[in-house]
């Protein structure tokens, strides 16, 4: 049984705009108004990543090599928060204590060499600085191993979109419901956002880690 199935934005896109009564099966969408759903979407899919209890998915990890330096950035791509750091030296990883920025600022000397047990993650516009206190005065195959939360990709109509299959109605309905009020007919405009609301729920329920936790739109 096959479960390696995928969807275009341009299916989440098509099918959106059939629940919303705009235009009919078989037909391709008008080049504006797909290209508006577009952006839409991409801004749908950005916004969920403002809450803490992110879909499970997006969960993802990478190794960052020590040197003697304060402060690194984190390639290739930006996390939206980090989960966890651990220090791994000699095969063994010891948890890092997250700072805040004000704690980060406040450390005297922020070149003090030891151990690093703490950690300052500065999330920019498009990048990401990651700071370790102490630093390493020589580096001797220490790494950190961070686990964190990535962003969706940005997306384009003909490429694959960015979610596991259970989320694939989620992400038409979402839509629907984001563009109901510019396009959708009044029994769209009646239905499409509670439906919306409802398999958002239904999904992040699922997909959390270990625990049910239900998000409210206002």
């Known amino acids: 049984m096959a479960v390696t199935g995928t969807q275009t934005v341009q299916d989440i896109v098509t099918d959106a705009l059939l629940d919303l009564e705009v235009g009919a099966i078989g037909q ?3 080049a504006t108004l797909a ?26 990890s990478q190794t ?11 390639l290739p791509e930006r996390p939206i928060r980090i989960l966890s750091a651990r220090l791994k030296r000699t095969g063994i990883e010891i948890p890092m204590i997250r700072l805040t920025r004000d704690e980060y600022d406040q450390l005297p000397v922020k ?3 030891g151990i690093p047990t703490q950690y300052y993650f500065d999330r920019q516009k498009e990048d990401a ?6 630093v390493l005065a020589v580096a001797a195959g220490e790494t950190v191993e961070i686990t964190y939360e990535r962003e969706f990709e940005d997306v384009g109509l003909n490429d694959t979109i960015d979610l596991p299959g259970e989320w694939w109605d989620v992400a038409v309905l979402q839509l629907a419901s984001r563009l ?16 919306a609301e409802m398999a958002l729920n239904k999904a992040l329920g699922a997909s959390v880690d270990g625990e049910s936790v239900y998000w409210a739109h206002g």
């Open 28 to 30: 391709a969408a008008n």
């Open 35 to 60: 290209a508006h759903a577009v952006r839409a979407l991409n801004r749908v899919m950005k916004a969920w990543q403002l809450d803490d209890a992110a879909p499970s998915f997006l969960k993802a």
């Open 64 to 74: 960052l090599t020590l040197t003697t330096a304060a402060s690194y950035s984190l």
């Open 111 to 113: 070149t003090t060499t």
């Open 129 to 134: 600085l990651f700071y370790v206190w102490p």
């Open 180 to 195: 109901v009020h510019a396009y959708g007919s009044e029994g769209a405009k009646q239905s499409i956002p509670m439906r």
